[in-house]
């Protein structure tokens, strides 16, 4: 993957550029060809931060990360733009896998008669014979079976948030951070579970 680096108030050193680099080639795999990227280091006060932005040829991801250290928030901006990319080829996999309708043979048009010429099963000298009836038969196809995709099985810790915040603080938190789950404290102790449902929703539930 071609990775373009810039640095705002911080240096680069070479095990961070190599550590970018690692990350980046495991959603290139992901991704496909032809994927590019771009990798904004910066200082905010005591935050650092890294901005990641992958262009691929249809979809492009960007991601963020802030920590006491760069390598630190480096390693956050990869996950978060990991997951994404995951996401993005499990939905490509779920229309693909997605069975077509199934095909209906119709009756043939019907031709109108000729002047003059006998109706079908009539002979000539006006005795009856048997007629040949053509009928149209429906054809249905039915789909194999839908295979399933084993589900990714990732171990993260982000989503345990380490100080106590408000919920609205935790919603802003989750965004930010492009998380489906999140486990925090408020500030009196009472421990809650912030997960995003399937509509897109985010639900909060408080754990007894």
Known sequence: MEVEFTARQVSVPKGLRSQAEEGLER???ILG???RASVVLRAQRHL???ELTIKARVQTIE???K?????AALRIAIQHAENQALKYRDRQYERKRMPKLDKVLTAPPVVPAKRGAQPEGVHENGKLTRAKVKTAIPVHSFPASTAFVEPH???SAEAIAVKPMTIEEAVKDAEFRDKDLLIFRNRA????VLHRRRD???ELVEVP
């Open 33 to 35: 060809k032809g994927a």
């Open 27 to 29: 959603i290139a795999r």
């Open 67 to 71: 920590a006491d250290t760069l390598e």
């Open 63 to 65: 991601a963020a990360g």
């Open 48 to 50: 650092q931060i890294a």
């Open 200 to 202: 897109g929703q985010m």
């Open 153 to 155: 099985v990732l171990a």
């Open 189 to 192: 102790g009472d421990l809650y």
